[in-house]
């Protein structure tokens, strides 16, 4: 599939100060600045929580871009992911993918802070993408700029979640597919995943490829994808087990708080840790602007994954009078047992 170049990414994503996709309310964007009447310090809020706090916990950034992204994927980016199940009802973060997230409370401590000076202003879903993008900002990560105005969501179904949050087992193809589902493109696939070169994986999530990969089984049955040597010092001294679900291992080795180029060149040399990061580089066009990025200046993978993220954040974003204010995160507001 062909691709633009980098550079010319860079060059669209200096121009595209702000992407207005329109959510499901004809005439309602999102903007920037969307609380400067309603609730002007916001933003600093936000800010200013995460500021003093990400420092001391900088792996708490990694599990925020990753219930950003596992929030957009599922019914938009509307904080479903936040909301807890009801009698009877799982919700999309007992799925299995979102069993991981661990930034829950942390959301929650911001929401209060902003609810005590603005309450029932605020959305969960905009404190999530204003906290995730100020949390990798912290740890010296790109900048994007977010637009405000999501309404949170009052649906959160764990099928869902299930249904369309990519595996780590998909090839291209799936993963170029889930992300087109969501309005995204080959681009935004490849420098999303970026957001690996920070954060932790469990063994469970990629052990198969480490000791079962055709069903044979044992050390002999590792994904030939994976590099010998680094399926080797895994299977050795992280996941010795091939049903460990416990023990947690870097995905950028070395690197795993710094966002780098470390993921993209692990790929290049066959060390991506699931099948889904090893896929990005058997597209060859995708592989090709893999290699550019990695011998350029940091700089231009930061530019080409802010414009990404800032695509991501407006994925079916709920506008107008759809949805509500949460009060709650994790609760919708009128919920009765
Ligand atoms: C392309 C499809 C993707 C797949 C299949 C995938 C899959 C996964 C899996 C299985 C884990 C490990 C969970 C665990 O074992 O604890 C993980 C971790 C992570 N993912 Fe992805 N991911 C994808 C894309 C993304 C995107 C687009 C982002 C953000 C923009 C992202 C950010 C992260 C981060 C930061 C972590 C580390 C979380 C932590 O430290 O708690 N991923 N991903």
Redesign the pocket.
């Known amino acids: 599939m062909a691709m633009a170049a980098p550079l010319t990414l860079v060059v669209v994503a200096a121009a595209v100060a702000v992407v207005f996709v329109g959510g499901g309310v004809e005439g309602w964007v999102l903007k920037e600045g969307f609380y400067e009447q309603s609730c002007p310090r916001a933003e600093a809020l936000v800010k200013h929580y995460v500021e003093q706090h990400v420092p001391l916990a900088p ?1 708490v ?3 925020l ?2 219930t ?2 596992h929030d957009c994927f599922v019914r938009g980016c509307d904080a479903s992911v936040l909301l807890n199940g009801t009698d009877g009802a799982e919700a999309e973060k007992d799925a299995a ?1 979102n069993l ?3 930034g829950f409370a942390f959301i929650d401590r911001i929401k209060s802070v902003v609810e005590s000076e603005c309450p029932g202003v605020v959305s969960c879903a905009d404190i999530l993408a204003l906290a995730t993008r100020d949390a990798i900002s912290v740890i010296g990560g790109p900048f994007w700029r977010v637009a405000t105005g999501r309404r949170d969501g009052r649906v959160s179904i764990k099928q869902e979640a299930l249904d369309q ?6 090839n291209f193809t799936d ?1 170029l597919s ?2 087109q589902s969501k309005g995204l493109d080959l681009a935004d ?1 490849i420098w ?5 070169t ?9 052990s198969k490829r480490l000791y079962n990969f055709t069903g044979k089984g044992g050390p002999g049955d590792a994904d030939p994808s994976l590099d010998a040597e680094y399926a080797a010092n895994l299977r050795r001294s992280k996941c010795a087990a091939p049903s460990d679900n416990t023990t ?1 291992v870097e ?1 950028d080795p070395g690197s ?1 708080l710094t966002f780098d180029l470390g993921y993209y060149r692990g790929l290049l040399r066959r060390r991506g ?2 099948q ?2 090893a896929a990005l580089v058997t597209d060859a066009a995708a592989e090709a602007n893999i290699a550019s990025v990695v011998s350029s200046p940091p700089e231009v993978f930061f530019q080409v994954f802010a414009r ?2 800032a695509k ?1 954040g407006m994925v079916g974003v709920k506008t107008g009078s759809e949805g509500e204010i949460r009060k709650h995160c994790a609760l919708v507001n009128d919920i009765h047992y």
């Open positions: 792996s950034a990694a599990t871009i990753r950003h992204f993918p991981t997230l661990r949050i990519p595996a780590p087992t998909m993963l889930s992300f696939l999303l995943s970026g957001a690996h920070i954060g932790i994986a469990h063994c469970n999530s990629f947690i995905m795993f840790l699931f889904s990061d990404s993220m991501l």
